[in-house]
């Protein structure tokens, strides 16, 4: 079967710090992965997204960037946090064109 | 811009009522779409979902309603539980299949009393 792990599970940075989220898939191959954001009040707003090794896509202009160096891993970085950063930032694959399954979420606080 | 709408921030029923959550849409390009809820600290699970060609689909309790023409859909959880409370995000899938993305919507929070 298969699972995604995103990790860590929370994590406090001051501002002006950088930042590495993981993900990886196991049980698939060449999944389309996901990074979507959780604002407070604001619903799930996709960031990017990847139908393969290197294959990033941006939604929106901001202060992130992602990258796929394999197969089954989805890296979000940020070279400088804001404040306005701080977020639920939760790592998504789809098999195909169907449902996403997410991944257990990154509770990020930039102080 | 907005694309997927659920213009009630919260919802709170009764145990064994009716919960009746509501989902807006912008794009009639949008060929699929998904129920997800999710409980604090967790990421969202997938709960139900209908193509565009029907109308109703329904799984135990779930029961998801698309109206084309009114670019709407809802979802029926009948009968409500506690356990049910939680946020309930609607998606919507783009034409075109596996790389298109799902725009989710801002979320409801249930709320069932025991």
């Known amino acids: 079967s298969q699972t995604i792990h995103q990790w860590p599970a929370t994590l406090v940075q001051p501002v002006g710090s950088p930042l590495s989220l993981e993900c990886t898939v196991e049980?698939?191959?060449?999944?389309?992965l996901y990074w979507y954001r959780q604002a407070a009040g604001r619903g799930l707003q996709l960031l990017f997204y990847s139908v393969g090794i290197g294959q990033i896509s941006s939604e929106v202009p901001q202060n992130l960037s992602a990258s796929r160096p394999q197969d089954r891993q989805f890296i979000l970085s940020s070279k400088k946090l804001l404040l306005s950063d701080s977020g639920f930032y939760l790592c998504?694959?789809?098999?195909?064109?169907?449902?996403?399954?997410f991944g257990q979420g990154t509770r990020l606080t930039v102080v | 811009d907005q694309q997927v709408k659920q213009n009630s921030p919260s919802l709170s029923v009764q145990e064994g009522r009716i919960s009746i959550l509501n989902c807006d849409y912008t794009?009639?390009?949008?060929?699929?779409f998904l129920w997800y809820k999710k409980y604090p600290a967790e990421g969202p699970t997938f709960l139900i979902s209908i193509s565009s060609i029907k109308d109703k689909n329904e799984d135990g309790r779930f029961t998801v309603f698309l109206n084309k023409s009114a670019k709407h859909l809802s979802l029926h959880i009948v009968p409500s539980q506690p356990g049910d409370s939680a946020v309930y995000f609607c998606a919507a899938r783009g034409y075109g299949g596996a790389t298109n993305k799902l725009i989710f919507g801002t979320g409801t929070l249930l709320a069932v009393q025991p």
């Open positions: 049980g698939t191959s060449n999944p389309n």
């Open positions: 998504a694959w789809r098999p195909g064109g169907g449902e996403a399954f």
């Open positions: 794009n009639s390009m949008f060929d699929y």
